[in-house]
């Protein structure tokens, strides 16, 4: 009776709604899970806000289906709102209702039925959606254990606020951190009540009910906070989630991420063929980050001074903040554009140094290509990412700010001279390149995120 059973089941094609919150770094990890699921045979929708589906560039590699659903404002996402509080409030209200008109329609599609939702864990409603149709509810993180740990127990009232300062911080699983290593909703209480609210307490309020959790980090990278979460929750690591020619190369044509926000300039690459290896300086804070007009100059000061060839990403929206005339006093050793294909950046043998902000899908992309890391964290989890580079994988530095909370020019010259030629240069380069190793492999046949993957897809075939 019981193979009767699980015959008939294996029968059926799961089918998994994949929902994103309507960001780029969210966007991209979830669609690279989706992908992995697809390979594998599942029929997967992803689904985003339309607000941010008006925006997405598709690239024609990609075959994963988009849908929507409603954050209440679908002409401007969250810059059309009065406020970012109005805007959550809004989409918290307007986006059940929405998500649940979704999986009435692809109830009724030709993929056949849903077996799954997998929710970004900042939407946590999603669950409750997924429990009035009878179907699996996995929350996705997309940040790191450690960080998830940290706002977890901060949830949970075990890490207590506000911090005193100088005293460590002692979070279970984790190695003792300071109070600057916090995300900054923690270090910096106050400075951002309603994102504070969403990831702190909202991201948390039914993560126990979820079937299961799955996290974007690789196991081998953080194997304590892992297996301390793995207590707590039915937890799964299944990163690093980036296209897999830049891993395990399972998927083929899988060479980006396929939805953008951003129109890449791909002179970066032809720049970057006619530079020696290991003599570039990348530079990118990511596709949210506003630096002060002071910390971008000292840093365009810093590359100006600098003895290495840089190449620069700098958004449309923080151009004004370049000093005057800075593109072309130096176009002999540097180039800066708007955006470029940082995948194919990092893999490229002339980048020696990766000048980041530490963003959690920057830093996993950066591991995984083996390029050291120079940290200057600006806000949410990547001060923590930073602590993590430089003491607990040692395949970088993080910049030091001054009383100002400013990274000074000869700071940033100082660090970069370190990881491209200094003393630490040989044992930050060895470092990246056994996590780059390790990366491959999880994601590789029967390495740690792909047993992950297979044990989930095989809960949905018998559920």
């Not at 429990?131 to 977890?152: P, Q």
């Not at 994102?195 to 309020?205: G, L």
């Not at 940290?375 to 001054?402: F, H």
Request: net charge negative; aromatic share 8%; charged share 25%.
């Amino acid at each position: 009776m019981a193979e009767s059973k699980k015959s008939s089941a294996a029968l059926r094609n799961p089918h998994c709604l994949v929902l994103s919150y309507p960001t780029q770094g969210h966007l991209n990890p979830m669609l690279q899970f989706s992908k992995r699921l697809q390979h594998k045979g599942i029929a997967v929708t992803l689904a985003t806000t339309r607000s941010m589906s008006n925006t997405i560039h598709h690239a024609p590699s990609s075959s994963i289906a988009l849908d929507t659903i409603s954050d209440g404002y679908d002409e401007g996402g969250i810059a059309q709102a009065e406020s970012i509080e109005y805007y959550l409030e809004r989409f918290w209200k307007v986006g059940p209702e929405t998500l649940t008109e979704l999986v009435q329609k692809l109830n009724a599609s030709v993929s056949g039925p849903l077996s799954c939702i997998v929710y970004d864990a900042f939407l946590p409603w999603a669950l409750d959606v997924a429990r009035k149709f009878g179907l699996v509810g996995a929350v996705f993180f997309t940040m790191s254990c450690a960080v998830d740990s940290i706002l977890y127990h901060v949830h949970k009232g075990v890490v207590k606020l506000p911090l005193a300062g100088g005293e460590a911080v002692r979070v279970p699983g984790l190695p003792p951190l300071e109070v600057r290593d916090m995300p900054s909703f923690i270090s910096d209480l106050g400075s951002y009540p309603a994102f504070f609210k969403m990831v702190v307490h909202d991201q948390f309020t039914n993560v126990e009910k979820a079937d299961c959790v799955l996290c974007n980090t690789i196991y081998e990278l953080e194997k304590e906070e892992a297996d301390y979460l793995s207590n707590l929750w039915p937890l799964r690591t299944i990163g690093p989630t980036i296209p897999s020619t830049f891993l395990d190369k399972q998927i083929e044509e899988d060479k980006d991420y396929g939805f953008s926000i951003f129109r890449p300039n791909i002179n970066a690459l032809n720049w970057l063929k006619h530079r020696p290896k290991g003599s570039v300086i990348y530079v990118s804070f990511g596709s949210m980050a506003v630096l002060k007009p002071e910390q971008m100059s000292e840093v365009a000061l810093a590359l100006k001074n600098s003895t290495s060839h840089f190449l620069w990403v700098v958004r449309a929206s923080e151009e004004t903040k370049l000093p005057e005339s800075f593109s072309e006093e130096i176009s002999d050793k540097g180039l800066v554009v708007t955006w470029c294909p940082q995948l194919e950046v990092l893999a490229d043998d002339a980048v020696g140094c990766f000048l980041t902000n530490c963003g959690w899908n920057s830093t996993l992309e950066a591991l995984s290509s083996g390029v050291p890391m120079l940290a200057l964290p600006q806000w949410t989890d990547q001060s923590t990412n930073a602590r993590y580079i430089m003491d607990v994988w040692k395949i970088g530095l993080r910049a030091e700010a001054d009383e100002g909370g400013i990274v000074r020019r000869e700071e940033i010259e100082r660090c970069t001279r370190e990881i491209m030629e200094g003393e630490i240069s040989k044992e930050v380069k060895e470092n990246s390149k056994k996590w780059k190793k390790l990366a491959r492999e999880a994601m590789g046949k029967s390495g740690s995120s792909d047993k992950n993957i297979n044990e989930f897809i095989d809960s949905l075939v018998l559920s």
